[in-house]
């Protein structure tokens, strides 16, 4: 109790009492379905352009796990993902390597290839669209 009290001092009555409100008007399910209907658009629109603008050997893994997927690209290798990510970000596009996820040292990994952490959350269908278009540009022209 002293450490609870010491860190928060009491419960957000206020918060609590609007969130009640809105789950007992319906406007909480209300607002979690059309985030869904939404995330939806959005997961749907990024498989779309990765199948249109990438290579066909990429892979897309984690479509049901929340707002964000791996892209895994066999034609580059684990080393190559600080490049990609580099170049993505000098034209504005935000990848994430996978490599910072893995505990072992790459030497003690079996052989993977290279793989991208792809958020759509906040994105607009069209910026989905621009930016795996930038993406398959840049795999295109051989960027490492």
Same mark, same amino acid.
Request: proline residues 7%.
């Given at each position: 109790r002293q450490a609870? %009290? &010491?860190?928060? %001092? $009491? @419960? =957000?009555v206020l918060e609590q009492r609007v969130l009640a409100s809105l789950i007992? +008007?319906?406007t909480y399910e209300r607002h979690v379905r059309r985030m869904r209907r939404e995330n939806e658009r959005r997961r749907a629109a990024l498989l779309d352009a990765v199948a249109r603008y990438l290579p066909g050997n990429a892979q897309v893994g984690g479509t049901a796990a929340g707002l964000h997927v791996v892209l895994w690209l066999p034609s580059l290798r684990p080393k190559d993902e600080v490049h990609l990510v580099a170049a993505a970000r000098q034209v504005g596009v935000g990848v994430y390597p996978v490599s910072t996820l893995f @505990? %072992? =040292?790459?030497s003690a990994m079996p052989a993977r290839p290279a793989g991208f952490i792809l958020g759509y @959350? +906040? &994105?607009?269908?069209?910026?989905?669209? $621009?930016?795996m278009q930038i993406l398959g540009g840049l795999l295109a022209n051989g960027t490492r």
């Open positions: 609870k %009290r &010491l860190t928060d %001092r $009491h @419960a =957000p007992e +008007s319906g @505990a %072992r =040292p790459e @959350a +906040s &994105l607009t269908l069209e910026q989905i669209q $621009h930016g």
